[in-house]
């Protein structure tokens, strides 16, 4: 099915293990973002990418990395996995311009740390 | 002050009612602006656009004031399955890239 997909669904981790969440989509949207969520927080932005191979920091982007060598995935790696970063995580994408488009989301990751 | 603030509620309201959020935003070269429903925590949808001149999608009707730099959402006819968080979203541009940002959303449950 077409759409955006992350993978896993929920994931429990020690403190200090490096942990990839992973996002796919099949529309090849240019735009992709990662956002987490917290309760008193709303959605933050992490990490974004405008393309393959170009990537930039959103508003909360420490203990995280991104690439993007491929469209269609959009991977974010904790590289040392911290209590503070129990979150939902939500993959987004944008269909077209970014001034005038909305996200279409994946379904989310919850994530504990340990 | 944050760059999308919403009142978080929670509005509580019966079955049939109208009920209307407010959203202000502190980027006046914002350019696009949304509301999103959320549910449960679940991922957030797209419940509509807001556009300069105002528009209405059956019982939502959502407005845009350009000058004190707010959108509101109206819920008219409450249904219980109404229930959820809305969160108001506004395009803040930087750079090259596109950055929505979010409010904190606001929760609205409808009673019976």
């Known amino acids: 099915d077409a759409g955006i997909t992350q993978s896993p669904r929920y994931k429990i981790t020690e403190t200090g293990r490096q942990v990839t969440l992973m996002c796919h989509q099949t529309?090849?949207?240019?735009?992709m973002f990662w956002y987490r969520q917290d309760l008193g927080h709303g959605l933050r932005l992490i990490y974004y990418?405008?393309?393959?191979?170009?990537?930039d920091k959103g508003e909360v982007p420490d203990g995280y990395v991104v690439s993007r060598s491929k469209t269609e995935n959009f991977p974010l790696t904790l590289e040392s996995a911290t209590r503070s970063q129990t979150s939902v995580y939500f993959c987004?994408?944008?269909?077209?311009?970014?001034?005038?488009?909305?996200?279409?989301f994946g379904n989310g990751t919850r994530l504990t740390v340990t | 002050r944050k760059e999308v603030e919403q009142d978080p509620g929670p509005f509580n309201v019966p079955e049939g009612a109208t009920v209307a959020f407010n959203c202000t935003y502190s980027?006046?070269?914002?350019?696009?602006f949304f509301w999103y429903r959320q549910d449960c925590r679940k991922e957030p949808k797209l419940l509509m656009s807001?556009?300069?001149s105002g528009n209405e999608d059956g019982r939502f009707t959502a407005q845009l004031n350009r000058a004190s730099q707010y959108i509101s959402l109206l819920i008219r006819d409450s249904k219980l399955s109404d229930s959820a968080t809305y969160l108001c979203?506004?395009?803040?541009?930087?750079?090259?890239?596109?950055?929505?940002?979010f409010g904190q959303g606001t929760e609205l449950s409808v009673k019976p």
């Open positions: 980027n006046s070269a914002s350019q696009s």
């Open positions: 807001v556009y300069s």
């Open positions: 987004a994408s944008i269909s077209g311009r970014v001034t005038n488009s909305p996200l279409h």
């Open positions: 990418s405008a393309a393959a191979d170009i990537t």
């Open positions: 529309w090849s949207h240019s735009y």
């Open positions: 979203v506004v395009n803040g541009i930087y750079n090259q890239g596109g950055k929505l940002i």
